[in-house]
């Protein structure tokens, strides 16, 4: 039998503007479509759970989130290593990524809200060594992007605004 393709364009495009809902209803309803027709097979699932993270992956790289910090918990890795399992498994760890990823989006997306998490982390850990790279992973972006965005929003450094809290 044909199987059926994931329209990516389309996805993509529903990611970018954080239509999480719209995404999700997307590939379900592809999914759905395909077992009512017999055409759901296992390498349908394959193909829809690989193309689907390529999307989502490509979007967090846009975004400068790193997608293996976003999914390193528990329970992303036990629900990824099943998803293929069948079609409610599949649309579950679709649910789960895209509510995920989209609320991390949006989170950087809206600048100040992660320069706060990063001063609550920076204030909540100041009397441990702390190094750009765990307050990145704290809040899933990369070092980089963490201290370029923090000195962007309030004029000093990561490691002046650390020192500043330790003395304080």
Same mark, same amino acid.
């Given at each position: 039998?044909?199987?059926?393709?994931?329209?990516?364009?389309?996805?993509?495009?529903?990611?970018?503007?954080?239509?999480?809902?719209?995404?999700?209803?997307?590939?379900?309803?592809?999914?759905?479509?395909?077992?009512?027709?017999?055409?759901?097979?296992?390498?349908?699932?394959?193909?829809?759970?690989?193309?689907?993270?390529?999307?989502?992956?490509?979007?967090?790289?846009?975004?400068?989130?790193?997608?293996?910090? #976003?999914?390193? $918990?528990?329970?992303? %890795?036990?629900?990824?290593?099943?998803?293929?399992? &069948? !079609?409610? *498994?599949? =649309?579950?760890?679709?649910?789960?990524?895209?509510?995920?990823?989209?609320?991390?989006?949006?989170?950087?997306?809206?600048?100040?809200?992660?320069?706060?998490?990063?001063?609550?982390?920076?204030?909540?850990?100041?009397?441990?060594?702390?190094?750009?790279?765990?307050?990145?992973?704290?809040?899933? #972006?990369?070092? $980089?992007?963490?201290? %370029?965005?923090?000195?962007?929003?309030?004029?000093? &450094? !990561?490691? *002046?605004? =650390?020192?500043?809290?330790?003395?304080?």
């Amino acid at each position: 039998g044909q199987t059926t393709v994931l329209d990516v364009d389309r996805l993509r495009g529903l990611f970018e503007k954080c239509n999480e809902v719209e995404a999700v209803n997307l590939v379900s309803q592809m999914l759905v479509a395909d077992a009512k027709s017999g055409r759901l097979c296992a390498q349908t699932l394959h193909s829809v759970h690989k193309d689907y993270m390529q999307v989502v992956f490509s979007c967090l790289a846009q975004e400068h989130i790193l997608a293996h910090e #976003l999914f390193q $918990d528990a329970t992303a %890795k036990k629900m990824e290593r099943g998803c293929e399992n &069948s !079609l409610f *498994d599949l =649309i579950k760890w679709i649910s789960f990524v895209a509510k995920k990823a989209i609320e991390t989006i949006i989170q950087v997306r809206e600048s100040e809200t992660v320069v706060e998490k990063i001063k609550r982390y920076i204030d909540a850990n100041c009397c441990t060594a702390l190094t750009r790279e765990d307050i990145a992973r704290n809040i899933c #972006l990369s070092p $980089d992007y963490v201290s %370029k965005i923090f000195k962007a929003k309030t004029g000093e &450094s !990561l490691k *002046d605004y =650390i020192n500043e809290r330790k003395i304080e």
